[in-house]
């Protein structure tokens, strides 16, 4: 591990590690340049010294502040200290990286749902992995169900019931498709592109020509927005 510190006698930059050998990166007295550049340097030769490990790097090196400035250290020290910093505290990393996905929960779902619409390797990956975590952690889906069931399972009972005696062409419709994919001869809804924006991962299967016997197998894949939108239409 290496800790960054000031030698205040001989003021200069230094990094220590355990051993207590020191390197001198840089002297303080050396005149500060954010960048060795002039107006008629071209961005892509333009050189910045890191701060920490005192080296001349072009500026491809460095991230960028929102405020347009380049940062201090280049991005390999700053990766490095990262995931110091992530060992040494890795509980304060799990909290960070949970508030993290709170905040960008719908904008990171979009995305992922439009990278499983538009590239097929990554879908195909995705599902395999799903498929793998799923039969790695059936304790964990069946507390969920156990969770889900416990909230709102007399929800889920009456509106079956009233499917099934009200509507008995549906119920047996959708209890053939779900049947099918339970036992494998029907693909999951999420393997496959919403037919009807072609942009976002599926989620369901619908019925599009009605739900008599005829057609009780003939379904669509659709994203959660674009079956209730062709419900909806109908109602």
Known sequence: ????????????????????????????????????????????????????????????????????????????????????????????????????????????????????????????????????WREKNPEQIAKWRQDYYAEKGEKVRQYTRDIRLNQPDKYKARYLVASAVMCGRFPPAWTMVCEACQEAQAAEWHHHNGYSEEFAMDVIALCKKCHGKTHRKYE
């Open 1 to 132: 591990m290496f800790d960054l510190g000031y030698n205040t006698g001989v003021n200069q930059l230094k990094i220590v590690d355990r051993s207590g050998a020191c390197n001198t990166l840089r002297s303080e007295q050396q005149p500060r340049k954010d960048c060795a550049m002039s107006d008629s340097t071209p961005l892509s030769s333009a050189r910045k010294v890191c701060k920490t490990c005192g080296e001349s790097k072009p500026l491809t090196e460095y991230s960028i502040y929102r405020s347009g400035s380049y940062k201090t250290s280049c991005k390999t020290c700053a990766a490095f200290y990262a995931r110091q910093r992530r060992a040494d505290n890795p509980e304060q990393a799990k909290e960070i990286k949970r508030k993290s996905k709170d905040k960008n929960r719908e904008r990171n779902n979009a995305a992922v749902s439009a990278r499983i619409a538009n590239d097929p390797e990554y879908r195909s990956k995705r599902i395999a992995r799903t498929r793998e």
